[in-house]
């Protein structure tokens, strides 16, 4: 199982909006609505933001948000904060007891 | 709180064996799925194996599957990985998760480090 296209980085000014996508196949993201994205900050354990492509775990704000669209997944951080600059990865369930390809990672840098 | 402490990484040669474990607190171990995660230095993340609540099933990835097997001792409320035959890819932090819907990983540990050299 071949791991999640993300874009390498992604750049926004604080208070701007800054969208990742995440890209796999009709196997994975496309056939499942199991999408996930975790928040990772230099030398920390990955925090849980999304799952269900869109749904918020208590306490992550509602500045960030998750659609999917065909085999793509996006995640948008809007209002970005200096706070927000970590890598993110999106992960999706593959079925067949694959539970859990992840993306390549996209590092968030705020300007 | 939901806390995940690992232990047992180290440095290990290839070939050799290695066994992880997670203390879990804070919350009803027993109910609970529970992964292993890995990320090689400077690289992504790769999910390894999850066990079942009660240990029933077991799934891993393919490029573990046969040399690393996962358990759990729910009256310790522990969750290990045993690792053999361990190659220089395997080197990696490793992270313990709860599992949320079986397939997302709600809590993390902080790691352990697993570094296969010679």
């Known amino acids: 199982q071949s791991a999640l296209t993300q874009p390498r980085s992604v750049s926004g000014s604080p208070g701007q909006s800054v969208t990742i996508s995440c890209t796999g196949t009709s196997s994975d993201v496309g056939g499942y609505n199991y999408v996930s994205w975790y928040q990772q900050h230099p030398g920390k354990a990955p925090k849980f933001m999304i799952y269900?492509?869109?749904k918020r775990p208590s306490g992550v704000p509602d500045r960030f948000s998750g659609s999917k669209s065909g085999n793509t997944a996006s995640l948008t951080i809007s209002g970005l904060q200096a706070d927000d600059e970590a890598d993110y990865y999106c992960?999706?369930?593959?079925?067949?007891?694959?539970?859990?390809?992840f993306g390549t990672g996209t590092k968030v840098t705020v300007l | 709180q939901v806390q995940l402490v690992e232990s047992g990484g180290g440095v290990v040669q290839p070939g050799r064996s290695l066994r992880l474990s997670c203390a879990a607190s804070g919350f009803t171990f027993r109910n609970y799925g529970m992964h292993w995660v890995r990320q090689a230095p400077g690289k992504g993340l790769e999910w390894v194996a999850v066990i079942w609540y009660d240990g029933s099933n077991k799934y891993y990835a393919d490029s573990v599957k046969g040399r690393f097997t996962i358990s759990r001792d729910n009256s310790k409320n522990t969750l290990s990985l045993q690792m053999n035959s361990l190659r220089g890819e395997d080197t990696a932090v490793y992270y313990c998760a709860r599992s949320l819907q079986e397939w997302y990983f709600d809590y993390w540990g902080q790691g352990t480090l697993v570094t296969v050299s010679s």
């Open positions: 269900d492509v869109s």
């Open positions: 992960c999706s369930y593959a079925g067949r007891s694959t539970f859990g390809v």
